[in-house]
């Protein structure tokens, strides 16, 4: 999302400002302004919710639970193995920070990194 518009995969940018909703049925995905909420939902998948400024709510659908990782953790009900850090040494490729410092959380978000994705970041 950016200064009123989100992008979806490659498509066209949508201005939030210009319409009150948007779907597609075709693959259950909706789009719905609620005054300065912003809600894209792809159905059985996940919502997400902004204020279009600093707030991002996520909620998984049950098709994805338990089948993911990240910064928002694994979704498998477990919150104590949510923070999985990118590790090419394990043999899951992911390291679990138990009771993390503050310097392992930055290097928690770092490693989720996609290289050149945030060019202030390389």
Known sequence: ????HVKINDGPE???DAFNGWEDKTIGLHVQ???QMVNITLDGYFMVSSSRKENVFVKLGERLQG???GLMGN???NPDNDIQMI???TPSGLRVLQNPTM???NMFGDSWLKPGSCPEFD
């Open 14 to 16: 949508i201005d939030l």
């Open 33 to 35: 302004r609620y005054n």
């Open 1 to 4: 999302m950016n200064h009123g």
């Open 87 to 89: 590790d090419p040494f």
């Open 75 to 77: 979704a498998d009900g």
């Open 103 to 105: 310097a392992e959380i």
């Open 67 to 69: 089948k993911i990782c």
